[in-house]
């Protein structure tokens, strides 16, 4: 699972990169013009405490793929390679310009976070249409020839995907079905993906959330959520050497946890996976799966012989750890549970796998 990050010139998507995942890109690699892989770790305080509690040889959090992709400029959307990246992806992180900085230009020549928010959103629908469109002179073709079933369905099918594009709507805000989304699985649709903003805004502004409420409301039809971050603030954070020479310096700026913190939070939840975590003396680790997913499929992520062996599930509540304090008194307290193959995994389990293979 990865997800991609977009944007304009200039409004600091390789700045964010760099502090999620650590890594400072090459020269060659930005000269490449193309998608620069990181891997960013999931900072999530329950696994801080869990490792306080058990106080582990190992400690492994949980990670996500992140892409950045090349400057959306109008060379690049139009030769098209762009789209081929975003299409890669599984979801993607749109990062936008919120700040002034006279030093700094802007493609567009004036900061407007709507208007490139719009822009960007309407050359993804284009994409679609266009593929849409060349997609259903191809089969208009066939039909001619053949009149073959699946091609007609498949052309009732575009036109609906169409008409909902024309009316200014990504796909991903389309309910289809089982079929009609087998039709399309292999098609580059870039408006099916989940998205998300990021306003890269200035120090001034962090504690004000007004523009962000703003976005998020008139965004909400589209279904893309909105945070705030000021990179420049992040970029301070991260220097400092100590954690309570950080700790003093975000209630200087009036924030409770680093805005990369909710960040990679946001690029979960976007991704539609939850953490479970394993414990022990040895190793406590945090785990990423898909919202939803069954017990013996959250212990094929951990090992596929756990999922091919797969006996029951031990499980404990995050919250009920906390509130006991041990693992044997939630023992004691009747709140550790055995659940078999049908058992959802919620995020926050706790969870020892029990196989045979």
């Given at each position: 699972m990865k997800i991609g990050m977009i944007g304009l010139p200039q409004v600091?998507?390789?700045t964010l990169f760099e502090l999620l995942t650590r890594h400072k890109p090459t020269e060659a690699e930005v000269a490449s013009g193309r998608p620069i892989k990181g891997i960013a770790e999931i900072l999530d305080a329950r696994f801080d405490k869990l490792c306080d509690i058990y106080n582990p040889k190992k400690r492994v959090r949980a990670r996500i793929d992140i892409e950045l992709l090349p400057k959306l400029e109008k060379d690049s959307i139009a030769k098209g390679d762009i789209f081929k990246d975003i299409n890669d992806l599984d979801a993607i992180c749109h990062v936008v310009r919120s700040f002034e900085d006279d030093s700094i230009y802007h493609v567009d020549g004036s900061v407007d976070p709507k208007r490139d928010i719009d822009f960007v959103n309407a050359e993804?629908?284009?994409?679609?249409?266009?593929?849409i469109e060349k997609r259903l002179e191809r089969l208009d073709k066939t039909i001619k020839q053949t009149k073959q079933d699946e091609a007609l369905k498949e052309r009732e099918l575009l036109g609906k995907l169409k008409a909902h594009l024309d009316g200014n709507q990504p796909l991903r805000t389309l309910e289809i079905n089982a079929d009609e989304r087998?039709?399309?699985?292999s098609y580059p649709f870039i408006t099916r993906k989940e998205i998300f903003v990021v306003l890269n805004v200035s120090e001034a502004v962090l504690k004000d959330p007004k523009l962000q409420l703003q976005l998020k409301g008139e965004l909400k039809a589209i279904r893309a959520d909105v945070m705030q971050v000021s990179a420049k603030v992040e970029e301070e954070i991260m220097a400092l050497e100590s954690e309570a020479e950080r700790k003093e310096f975000m209630q200087s700026v009036g924030i409770t946890e680093p805005a990369l913190n909710v960040?990679?939070?946001?690029?979960?939840?976007?991704?539609?996976?939850i953490s479970?975590?394993?414990v022990g003396p040895d190793e406590v680790r945090q785990w990423n799966v898909r919202h939803g997913s069954l017990a013996p499929e959250a212990a094929g992520v951990i090992h596929t012989d756990l999922m091919r062996g797969f006996?029951?599930?031990?499980?404990?509540?995050?919250?009920?750890l906390?509130?006991?304090?041990?693992?044997e008194k939630v023992k004691e307290s009747g709140k550790y549970y055995l659940k078999g193959k049908d058992y959802i995994v919620e995020d926050g389990d706790i969870l020892t796998i029990r196989f045979n293979v």
């Open positions: 600091g998507k390789k993804l629908l284009l994409h679609d249409l266009i593929f087998k039709f399309i699985a960040m990679a939070r946001l690029c979960l939840r976007t991704l539609n996976l479970f975590f394993t006996i029951r599930a031990e499980v404990m509540k995050y919250s009920d906390m509130a006991s304090g041990t693992e």
